[in-house]
């Protein structure tokens, strides 16, 4: 079964190369390196020709990250990586369709969103994500990184945000492969634990208590940088929700990266279409929310109280 996985991952690249060469995007798209041990020498004498004529016709491009072959992708040029974490007491107010948001029972704390290399996206389509290549590390990514929607899966939400933004940070050593990607967002998300620094700082979930916006910051820069981003929605009370946070990283995963912001649109933003979120005013307090399981849950939990104000705080 292993080698048979690797001939259709070889097959299916060398088709890219030798039938559709004008997409040059799929020239790194060989995996087979990375899953030894194969074995692929009828294969390699079978196409040789092929893949020479192919190498033949790619001397101009540029260097690949991946896989030592040319290509065109720009995955290596990016600067700066935005980590973002997600606050599901004001996620679901940021969905076009709230009725789309549905909060696990277990998650009571802010959840990864994605990690996401600037000012590009998709540069391997040859590169999927499998359930194997996170099988260890799924219990905790449920945990860290649930799915907060109904209409997709945490596998199909990890999945997404691999072929999307993780396969782009491959070309950084320690990000390379989807099982380094997901272990590096988990020490993120446990090293940036801005849950218990709001909380030290007084900051609580509340459906009446506002907080200054320059307040939140101030409290989350010695750990997130200066650079850090807040995200809000407005809701049907014309109150500022928040529910996101982003810290700019260089490759090396240090804080106070700077990027440009025309890039936020193409980049790495969190590519969802059904979201309405935008920077947080300086000159308008923010609401921090709490996670309401009663109305945004997947299933009735019982015995706990709703929150303070009732429902979804309205």
Known sequence: MFTLTCHFHFFFCVFKYVVKLPQLQFSGC?????MAPCSLLPLLLTLSTALQLHDLSTDHQDWDYKHGRRSQSPSCKWKCMQFTLQWPGGFCQSLYNESLCQIPPNINTWTIHGLWPQRVQRCCECWPLFL??????EAELSERWPSLVKF????QFWKDE????????ACVEELKGPRKYFQICLKLRQHFDIHR???????TPSCQRPYEVDEVHRVLTPLLGRKHELEC????QDRQVWFQVK???????????VHHRDADAMAAGSGRSYSRGHACPTDVPLYYLPIDHHHWGAEPVPDRPPPLGGGACT
């Open 197 to 203: 620094l709001l909380d030290d700082a007084g900051i």
């Open 162 to 169: 691999w072929e999307k933004h993780g396969a782009c940070a």
């Open 233 to 236: 929605v407005t809701d049907q």
């Open 132 to 137: 194997y290549d996170v099988q260890e590390l």
């Open 247 to 257: 810290t700019s990283l260089f490759p090396n995963l240090t804080i106070d990266c």
């Open 152 to 155: 997709k899966s945490s596998f």
């Open 30 to 34: 060989s995996t087979v390196t990375l």
